[in-house]
């Protein structure tokens, strides 16, 4: 029924596996070797052609100080920050109190709506474009920052609830019944019981939504005109010239885009590690 572990494996097997490991590695780190690279390069050496070999000269802080200062970067940086934050809150707080009513409580329709958010996120994001597009058209939030972070609030809050209230459903419900014995009311047992033993489960999902929404792009792209209101991955896509593109300060950028990202997933690894593997052994 499961898979047998990788010490038990028939010797030929054991060894492919190993060799296999390091192949695959360098194969998917390719593409982003390539990019650091290139964001270090000078543009005579990209006009050259020299565009795999070690760089001769290294152009590591004007590639980046002209990439910051060439475009309002920061302030699409700035934009990131104002969408991000407040669709990752706002996303997990709602997630989490539907996660809880569908995961302790039983009513009618409770497996409906849970088949409901769990079809949401098989929808094709590309079929929402036009009606998403007209919704905040007719509301006034088209090129605003508001309208991306209600947008993403609403779109990763289904992927939330099913997240979340799979977690919750793990819980001893002994531990829920009791507080109500005992007269707690039902914001004291999701506050002071549900809340503090899903805290690797809330970290985990932060992490995932903060990525799905820091890096962005097809909305972002969608729901704006300008510089008003763009994230910086809509950002990087200003460092392209008219003529000419300068692929050294547009992978410099892209490097800056994705720092966030990699930073917030290091800095919380081990949170999102027990947040994806809780519940899954019995103690």
């Known amino acids: 029924m499961y898979p047998l572990p990788v010490d038990k494996w028939k010797p030929l097997s054991r060894r492919f596996y190993k060799i296999s490991i390091p192949i695959a590695l360098v194969v998917w780190m390719l593409p982003m070797l390539a990019v650091l690279l290139t964001s270090v390069r000078s543009t005579n050496e990209l006009s050259e052609g020299n565009y795999w070999g070690w760089p001769r ?40 109190m539907a996660g809880f009513a569908l995961a302790t409580y039983r009513f009618r329709g409770n497996a409906l709506l849970f088949a409901t958010f769990v079809a949401g996120n098989f929808v094709p994001v590309q079929v929402l474009m036009i009606p998403v597009r007209d919704l905040t058209l007719r509301f006034g939030l088209f090129n605003s920052v508001e309208g991306l972070v209600l947008f993403h609030i609403a779109f990763q809050t289904g992927f939330c609830t099913l997240f979340l209230r799979n977690f919750i459903k793990q819980l001893p419900f002994e531990l829920i019944e009791a507080a109500r014995v005992e007269g707690a009311g039902e914001w004291t047992v999701f506050f002071r019981i549900v809340l503090p033993l899903i805290r690797p489960a809330l970290a985990a ?35 392209k010239g008219q003529w000419t593109t300068a692929w050294n300060l547009v992978s410099a950028g892209s490097i800056l885009a994705a720092l966030p990202s990699v930073v917030m997933f290091f800095t919380m690894q081990r949170h999102f590690v027990v947040g994806l593997t809780f519940g899954a052994s019995k103690g």
């Open 205 to 239: 999902v932060a992490i995932l939504v903060f990525t799905f929404v820091w890096n962005d792009y097809f909305w972002a792209l969608c729901l704006t005109q300008g510089d008003e209101a763009a994230p910086i991955t809509v950002g990087v896509a200003a460092l």
């Open 57 to 96: 000269d290294l152009s590591l802080l004007a590639n980046y100080r002209e990439a910051l200062t060439t475009s309002p970067m920061l302030h699409y940086f700035w934009n990131s920050v104002l969408i991000t934050v407040p669709s990752v809150i706002g996303a997990i707080v709602l997630a989490s």
